[in-house]
């Protein structure tokens, strides 16, 4: 059995899920427009370097404050409204092509993302994988406390993430890791896989994926009309 390891945002979905997910907020009137803003201020930089690893890291850190206070079987229950509305329409044809190809090899399916847990996981039970790891709220009396628990779910630490949940599985070792990501900030996974595919990779990681013998491939939401998602 082999394990196939699927970034969420701008691998599987042409957008980012945590960024909808504001908006969803917004629209429930649980967040204003002004923190929408201020987290597009403090998006992910374009150009990779160790200085932004340090300033997404603080950008992750505040993912959940938004959700300060809010129940938790409440978001549950947006949250299915949410994957129904905003994720599954923007899901790559291909990527459940390539969902579908593992399912029919009898691999293990997971889902990794820098967003919270409480999307990550129930999008990997839609999507009909295995699994979903993503970043860990606090809570407290059932309520999200606004923080942000144990190893971050970005670069190196999705590596660490993983290899913590490799521990946990009492199945037998896989023969072999294959992993789908986006972009430079993934590389540390791209690395950890046997089998490594970059999609809609920048000429960077392009770059770098034909320098290591990875696979490339393009994706888009209307593949019949030969022009990118989105």
Request: aromatic letters at 10%.
């Amino acid at each position: 059995m082999d394990l196939a390891i699927f970034e969420l945002d701008h691998t599987l979905i042409c957008d980012d899920s945590h960024n909808l997910w504001l908006h969803w907020l917004i629209s429930q009137g649980y967040a204003s427009s002004d923190e929408l803003t201020h987290y597009r201020l403090h998006a992910l930089p374009a150009q990779f370097s160790p200085h932004n690893i340090a300033h997404y890291s603080d950008y992750l850190t505040r993912a959940f404050v938004p959700m300060s206070g809010l129940s938790c079987p409440t978001v549950a229950n947006w949250v299915q409204r949410f994957i129904h509305r905003d994720i599954l329409p923007r899901v790559y044809p291909q990527a459940r092509e390539k969902l579908e190809w593992h399912r029919t090899r009898g691999d293990e399916i997971l889902i990794i993302s820098a967003s919270g847990e409480h999307l990550v996981k129930p999008v990997a039970r839609r999507l009909g994988a295995h699994a979903g790891i993503g970043l860990q709220a606090g809570v407290s009396n059932q309520r999200f406390s606004g923080a942000v628990e144990g190893k971050l779910t970005f670069h190196q630490g999705r590596v660490d993430r993983l290899k913590l949940w490799l521990e946990t599985r009492r199945s037998p070792a896989y023969q072999q890791i294959f992993a789908y990501c986006h972009t430079l900030y993934d590389q540390p996974l791209l690395e950890f896989a046997d089998v490594s595919t970059v999609i809609n990779a920048s000429e960077a990681l392009q770059n770098i994926a034909a320098a290591q013998g990875w696979h490339s491939q393009h994706w888009s939401r209307y593949p019949h009309l030969q022009q990118a998602a989105c």
